[in-house]
Protein backbone atom coordinates (compact mmCIF):
# COMPACT_ATOMS: atom_id res chain seq x y z
CA UNK A 1 0.00 0.00 0.00
CA UNK A 2 1.15 3.73 -0.92
CA UNK A 3 1.15 6.86 1.67
CA UNK A 4 -0.81 8.52 -1.09
CA UNK A 5 -3.89 5.68 -0.17
CA UNK A 6 -3.40 7.29 3.60
CA UNK A 7 -2.63 11.05 2.68
CA UNK A 8 -6.11 13.07 3.88
CA UNK A 9 -6.69 15.79 1.18
CA UNK A 10 -7.87 18.74 3.85
CA UNK A 11 -5.60 17.71 6.35
CA UNK A 12 -2.41 18.42 3.87
CA UNK A 13 -4.06 21.55 2.54
CA UNK A 14 -4.67 22.40 6.19
CA UNK A 15 -0.89 21.50 7.13
CA UNK A 16 0.63 23.15 3.80
CA UNK A 17 -1.25 26.49 5.02
CA UNK A 18 0.27 26.54 8.25
CA UNK A 19 3.37 26.01 6.76
CA UNK A 20 2.72 29.23 4.63
CA UNK A 21 1.42 31.57 7.18
CA UNK A 22 4.45 30.08 9.90
CA UNK A 23 7.10 31.52 7.10
CA UNK A 24 5.16 34.87 6.41
CA UNK A 25 6.37 38.16 6.35
CA UNK A 26 5.66 39.88 9.54
CA UNK A 27 2.54 41.54 7.79
CA UNK A 28 1.31 38.16 6.88
CA UNK A 29 -0.07 36.80 3.88
CA UNK A 30 -3.89 37.93 2.41
CA UNK A 31 -6.28 35.49 1.29
CA UNK A 32 -5.40 35.77 -2.20
CA UNK A 33 -1.80 35.39 -1.87
CA UNK A 34 -2.42 31.84 -0.14
CA UNK A 35 -5.06 30.71 -2.39
CA UNK A 36 -2.16 31.64 -5.52
CA UNK A 37 0.53 29.47 -3.23
CA UNK A 38 -2.35 26.31 -2.34
CA UNK A 39 -3.23 26.06 -6.09
CA UNK A 40 -7.22 25.82 -4.82
CA UNK A 41 -10.43 27.72 -4.47
CA UNK A 42 -10.42 31.06 -2.69
CA UNK A 43 -14.02 29.67 -0.97
CA UNK A 44 -11.44 26.34 0.07
CA UNK A 45 -8.36 28.08 1.53
CA UNK A 46 -11.02 30.27 3.35
CA UNK A 47 -13.16 27.52 4.84
CA UNK A 48 -9.51 26.31 6.16
CA UNK A 49 -8.79 29.24 7.47
CA UNK A 50 -11.86 29.75 8.97
CA UNK A 51 -10.83 26.14 11.08
CA UNK A 52 -7.45 26.99 11.52
CA UNK A 53 -8.61 30.69 13.58
CA UNK A 54 -11.00 28.58 15.84
CA UNK A 55 -8.76 26.20 17.00
CA UNK A 56 -5.74 29.12 17.27
CA UNK A 57 -3.29 28.44 14.60
CA UNK A 58 -4.18 30.98 12.63
CA UNK A 59 -5.19 34.76 13.33
CA UNK A 60 -6.25 37.82 11.22
CA UNK A 61 -5.57 41.30 11.11
CA UNK A 62 -7.15 44.47 9.93
CA UNK A 63 -6.93 45.98 7.05
CA UNK A 64 -6.65 43.30 4.83
CA UNK A 65 -7.35 40.92 6.49
CA UNK A 66 -4.04 39.38 6.13
CA UNK A 67 -3.22 36.50 8.28
CA UNK A 68 -0.10 35.18 10.74
CA UNK A 69 0.67 32.51 13.11
CA UNK A 70 -1.83 31.90 16.07
CA UNK A 71 -0.93 31.71 18.98
CA UNK A 72 -1.53 27.76 19.24
CA UNK A 73 0.77 27.62 16.66
CA UNK A 74 3.46 29.47 18.76
CA UNK A 75 2.45 27.32 22.03
CA UNK A 76 3.22 24.16 19.44
CA UNK A 77 6.47 25.30 18.55
CA UNK A 78 8.10 25.71 21.43
CA UNK A 79 6.20 22.12 22.36
CA UNK A 80 8.11 20.59 19.83
CA UNK A 81 11.39 22.62 19.92
CA UNK A 82 11.58 21.36 23.63
CA UNK A 83 12.27 17.72 22.39
CA UNK A 84 14.78 18.25 19.58
CA UNK A 85 17.22 15.65 20.41
CA UNK A 86 20.40 18.32 19.22
CA UNK A 87 23.13 16.69 19.69
CA UNK A 88 21.24 13.85 17.07
CA UNK A 89 20.13 16.57 14.60
CA UNK A 90 23.83 17.87 15.06
CA UNK A 91 25.77 14.57 13.92
CA UNK A 92 26.17 14.62 9.80
CA UNK A 93 27.16 18.16 10.40
CA UNK A 94 30.05 17.73 13.34
CA UNK A 95 31.27 14.42 11.09
CA UNK A 96 31.04 16.13 8.23
CA UNK A 97 32.97 19.01 9.50
CA UNK A 98 35.41 16.92 11.36
CA UNK A 99 36.44 15.28 7.96
CA UNK A 100 37.06 18.76 6.07
CA UNK A 101 38.69 20.51 9.48
CA UNK A 102 40.42 17.77 10.87
CA UNK A 103 39.31 18.63 13.66
CA UNK A 104 37.54 17.51 16.74
CA UNK A 105 33.88 18.58 17.17
CA UNK A 106 31.88 19.43 20.15
CA UNK A 107 28.02 20.50 20.27
CA UNK A 108 26.92 22.03 23.25
CA UNK A 109 23.61 23.24 24.59
CA UNK A 110 23.50 25.93 26.87
CA UNK A 111 22.71 26.15 30.62
CA UNK A 112 22.30 29.19 31.81
CA UNK A 113 26.01 30.25 29.50
CA UNK A 114 27.40 27.69 30.48
CA UNK A 115 28.21 24.67 27.64
CA UNK A 116 26.87 20.97 28.55
CA UNK A 117 28.40 18.51 25.94
CA UNK A 118 25.93 16.42 24.13
CA UNK A 119 28.02 15.00 21.15
CA UNK A 120 31.27 14.55 19.90
CA UNK A 121 32.92 13.41 17.03
CA UNK A 122 37.34 13.31 17.57
CA UNK A 123 39.48 14.15 14.99
CA UNK A 124 41.54 11.55 13.08
CA UNK A 125 44.64 10.28 14.39
CA UNK A 126 46.19 9.54 17.71
CA UNK A 127 45.14 12.84 19.82
CA UNK A 128 42.38 12.73 22.04
CA UNK A 129 40.55 15.57 23.94
CA UNK A 130 38.22 14.51 26.67
CA UNK A 131 35.58 15.62 27.10
CA UNK A 132 32.84 13.72 28.79
CA UNK A 133 29.16 14.27 27.44
CA UNK A 134 27.07 15.66 29.82
CA UNK A 135 30.59 17.74 31.20
CA UNK A 136 29.52 21.28 31.89
CA UNK A 137 31.94 23.81 31.45
CA UNK A 138 32.83 27.30 32.65
CA UNK A 139 31.96 29.85 30.09
CA UNK A 140 34.92 32.29 30.28
CA UNK A 141 37.55 29.51 29.58
CA UNK A 142 35.31 28.13 26.79
CA UNK A 143 34.98 29.06 22.88
CA UNK A 144 31.57 27.57 23.09
CA UNK A 145 30.67 29.45 26.38
CA UNK A 146 31.86 32.91 25.14
CA UNK A 147 29.71 31.99 22.35
CA UNK A 148 26.87 31.35 24.39
CA UNK A 149 27.52 34.77 26.81
CA UNK A 150 27.66 36.97 23.49
CA UNK A 151 24.32 36.66 22.49
CA UNK A 152 23.19 37.53 26.22
CA UNK A 153 23.00 41.52 27.36
CA UNK A 154 26.14 42.96 29.15
CA UNK A 155 24.16 43.02 32.65
CA UNK A 156 22.97 38.93 32.03
CA UNK A 157 26.70 38.36 31.21
CA UNK A 158 27.70 40.05 34.56
CA UNK A 159 25.44 38.42 36.31
CA UNK A 160 26.83 34.92 34.91
CA UNK A 161 30.40 35.89 35.95
CA UNK A 162 29.09 36.83 39.49
CA UNK A 163 28.06 33.37 40.31
CA UNK A 164 30.62 31.23 38.48
CA UNK A 165 34.08 33.54 39.55
CA UNK A 166 36.71 33.68 36.89
CA UNK A 167 39.02 31.22 37.74
CA UNK A 168 42.57 31.07 36.11
CA UNK A 169 43.17 27.75 34.13
CA UNK A 170 46.02 29.29 32.38
CA UNK A 171 48.56 32.15 31.73
CA UNK A 172 45.59 33.14 29.14
CA UNK A 173 42.81 32.98 31.12
CA UNK A 174 40.42 35.95 31.63
CA UNK A 175 40.45 36.88 34.60
CA UNK A 176 39.29 40.46 34.84
CA UNK A 177 35.54 40.83 33.36
CA UNK A 178 36.95 44.01 31.20
CA UNK A 179 39.24 41.19 29.68
CA UNK A 180 35.92 38.81 28.78
CA UNK A 181 34.18 41.11 27.93
CA UNK A 182 36.83 42.73 25.34
CA UNK A 183 36.28 38.52 23.46
CA UNK A 184 32.55 38.95 23.53
CA UNK A 185 32.76 42.06 22.19
CA UNK A 186 34.78 40.38 19.06
CA UNK A 187 32.65 37.64 19.49
CA UNK A 188 29.56 39.62 18.27
CA UNK A 189 31.39 41.46 15.98
CA UNK A 190 32.95 38.50 13.72
CA UNK A 191 30.13 35.57 14.94
CA UNK A 192 32.96 33.28 16.66
CA UNK A 193 34.60 32.85 19.39
CA UNK A 194 37.78 31.55 20.59
CA UNK A 195 39.30 29.85 23.67
CA UNK A 196 43.46 30.84 22.87
CA UNK A 197 44.74 27.92 25.45
CA UNK A 198 42.42 29.62 28.12
CA UNK A 199 41.58 26.38 29.51
CA UNK A 200 44.35 24.27 28.54
CA UNK A 201 48.06 25.56 27.11
CA UNK A 202 48.66 24.66 23.84
CA UNK A 203 44.68 24.20 22.91
CA UNK A 204 42.85 26.16 20.55
CA UNK A 205 38.82 26.33 19.77
CA UNK A 206 37.07 28.07 17.76
CA UNK A 207 32.64 28.24 18.67
CA UNK A 208 29.69 29.77 17.57
CA UNK A 209 25.82 29.93 18.56
CA UNK A 210 23.10 28.36 17.38
CA UNK A 211 19.44 29.07 17.61
CA UNK A 212 15.86 27.81 17.87
CA UNK A 213 12.58 29.22 16.04
CA UNK A 214 12.27 32.13 18.60
CA UNK A 215 15.73 32.79 18.04
CA UNK A 216 17.09 31.84 21.43
CA UNK A 217 20.73 31.08 21.36
CA UNK A 218 20.23 27.05 22.69
CA UNK A 219 23.79 25.81 22.42
CA UNK A 220 27.02 25.71 20.52
CA UNK A 221 29.34 24.21 18.00
CA UNK A 222 33.12 23.95 18.40
CA UNK A 223 36.60 22.76 16.52
CA UNK A 224 39.40 22.16 18.89
CA UNK A 225 42.90 21.80 17.84
CA UNK A 226 46.82 22.13 18.56
CA UNK A 227 47.46 25.61 18.76
CA UNK A 228 50.90 25.53 16.74
CA UNK A 229 49.47 23.51 13.69
CA UNK A 230 46.70 27.14 13.57
CA UNK A 231 47.83 30.00 11.72
CA UNK A 232 46.03 32.99 11.91
CA UNK A 233 44.69 32.26 8.38
CA UNK A 234 43.72 29.03 9.38
CA UNK A 235 41.87 30.31 12.28
CA UNK A 236 39.42 32.95 10.25
CA UNK A 237 38.95 29.92 7.63
CA UNK A 238 37.89 27.84 10.69
CA UNK A 239 35.80 30.51 12.14
CA UNK A 240 33.74 30.72 8.84
CA UNK A 241 33.58 27.11 8.82
CA UNK A 242 32.16 26.68 12.27
CA UNK A 243 29.56 29.85 11.75
CA UNK A 244 28.22 27.61 8.60
CA UNK A 245 28.33 24.56 10.89
CA UNK A 246 26.08 26.70 13.23
CA UNK A 247 23.96 28.06 11.16
CA UNK A 248 23.13 24.25 9.41
CA UNK A 249 22.06 23.12 12.94
CA UNK A 250 20.39 26.28 13.39
CA UNK A 251 18.36 25.47 10.28
CA UNK A 252 17.76 22.05 11.23
CA UNK A 253 15.99 23.02 14.00
CA UNK A 254 14.04 24.96 12.28
CA UNK A 255 15.47 28.36 13.80
CA UNK A 256 16.75 31.76 12.78
CA UNK A 257 19.61 33.47 14.06
CA UNK A 258 19.23 36.89 16.35
CA UNK A 259 20.47 39.81 15.05
CA UNK A 260 22.94 41.70 17.40
CA UNK A 261 21.46 45.23 18.61
Known sequence: ???????????????????????????????????????????????????????GYVRQTKPGPRYLPGISLVRLGDLAGGHLPVGEIAQPIIHRLSRITGLTIRVSINDGGHPVFVAR?????????????????????????????????????????????????????????????NDIRRTRAIGYATDDE???????????????????CVGAISATGIKRDLSQRAVEQLGRQVVEAAAEITYALGGKVRKQA
Open 1 to 55: MTKERYKVGSVARALKLVDLIAAAPQSGLSLSDLTKELGVSKSTVFALLQTLMEA
Open 121 to 181: VDAPGNIRFLTLLGSRELPHVSSAGKAMLAQMSDSEIAQVIENTGLPRKTKNTRTQLAQLM
Open 198 to 216: EDCEGIFCVGAAFFDHNAR
